[in-house]
């Protein structure tokens, strides 16, 4: 089992920045890829960007491409996105979510483990 909490989200103006953390306990974190997904009220569930546990994979989906930031460190069993110039639609729950296994994917039921989410609201 893997325990994740997430922290770092919160209420920011639009082109400011938040960064989330998934702090991970249990199950070592290591050999283990990495999502973050987000959920806003009346729509689906999504892949924001994702990373491979040696960090050399990284996916990123198209509307937060060159905005945000996905990494972690594996020694302090911890994922982060760093969001800047954040846009109102970018408001959501934020999910870290962990895979047993190196590889990424960008399916969600690829995924084993999640948290319980962090509310990001971005205000104009």
């Known amino acids: 089992q893997v325990q994740l909490v997430e922290s770092g989200g919160g209420l920011v103006q639009a082109g400011g920045s938040l960064r989330l953390s998934c702090a991970a306990s249990g199950r070592t974190f290591t050999r283990t890829a990495m999502g973050w997904f987000r959920q806003a009220p009346g729509k689906e569930r999504e892949l924001v960007a994702a990373?491979?546990?040696?960090?050399?994979?990284?996916y990123y989906a198209d509307s937060v491409k060159g905005r945000f930031t996905i990494s972690r460190d594996n020694a302090k069993n911890t994922g982060y996105l760093q969001m800047n110039s954040l846009k109102p639609e970018d408001t959501a729950v934020y999910f870290c979510?962990?895979?047993?296994?190196?590889?990424?994917?960008?399916?969600?039921?690829?995924?084993?483990?999640w948290g319980q989410g962090t509310q990001v609201t971005v205000s104009s």
């Open positions: 979510a962990v895979r047993v296994g190196m590889v990424l994917t960008t399916n969600s039921h690829g995924y084993d483990y």
């Open positions: 990373i491979s546990w040696s960090g050399g994979g990284t």
